[in-house]
């Protein structure tokens, strides 16, 4: 099975502070996808990844950026974390563009 | 824009019942469906893929695909309490902001004892 693996479960960050979100998946895929997932709000595409060192800006990239220097390996940086930021964050990747996408267990973020 | 639509609900059927779940789409060249399942706190977990028309049977669900009608359902036989999740559709239209999947903000579903 594809495992799509976040470091954290649950993180708690003052305002002000520079966040990483980090994401590591062991089958090969090629696509990575950073969303936050908030109520009444849906799922929401921060940023995505076709290849090593590419990223694509989603719908709400602002007061995020993303860098992938390894083809595992997805991470999320939150310049300076905001109460806004508040969320839960969901990274998934994919194999193909026609392919469903894997889910990690996501990180509640709470910024305070 | 590209759109997947969804009933919010929620959707509240009897245990053993068949729980009828719709989604259509703005994009009429998509390709790909897919239902994923969300239960409270969790990260979204594939459960149906479908990619044309037609009928796909998985134990005791069954994705049903209509393209020429923008028009895709999953349907939930014999439905068990354990099933009381978030459905979410999502659907592959290449291009735009959004990468490939789209997803709607899906149907909660309530299965009574």
């Known amino acids: 099975d594809v495992k799509v693996t976040q470091s954290s479960r649950y993180l708690v960050k003052r305002t002000g502070e520079k966040v990483f979100l980090e994401c590591v998946q062991d089958?090969?895929?090629?696509?990575m996808f950073w969303y936050r997932q908030d109520p009444g709000l849906g799922l929401r595409l921060i940023y995505f990844?076709?290849?090593?060192?590419?990223?694509e800006k989603g719908d709400i990239p602002e007061g995020y950026s993303v860098s992938r220097e390894k083809k595992e390996r997805f991470s999320l940086i939150l310049e300076s974390a905001s109460t806004n930021q508040t969320s839960m964050y969901l990274c998934?990747?994919?194999?193909?563009?026609?392919?469903?996408?894997?889910f990690g267990s996501g990180t509640r973020l709470t910024v305070v | 824009q590209k759109e997947v639509e969804q009933n919010s609900g929620p959707l509240s059927v009897p245990e053993g019942a068949i729980a009828s779940l719709n989604c259509t789409y703005s994009?009429?060249?998509?390709?790909?469906f897919f239902w994923y399942r969300q239960y409270s706190g969790k990260s979204p977990e594939l459960i149906m893929s479908?990619?044309?028309?037609g009928d796909k049977e998985d134990g005791r669900f069954t994705a049903q695909l209509n393209k020429a009608s923008q028009y895709v359902s999953l349907l939930i036989r014999d439905s068990q309490p354990s099933d009381s999740a978030t459905y979410l559709c999502?659907?592959?239209?290449?291009?735009?902001?959004?990468?490939?999947?789209?997803f709607g903000k899906g149907t909660k579903l309530s299965v009574k004892p």
């Open positions: 998934a990747s994919s194999f193909s563009d026609r392919g469903g996408y894997t």
């Open positions: 089958m090969d895929h090629e696509n």
């Open positions: 990844s076709y290849d090593v060192k590419m990223k």
């Open positions: 994009d009429r060249v998509s390709q790909s």
């Open positions: 479908i990619y044309s028309n």
């Open positions: 999502a659907v592959n239209m290449k291009g735009g902001s959004q990468g490939n999947l789209i």
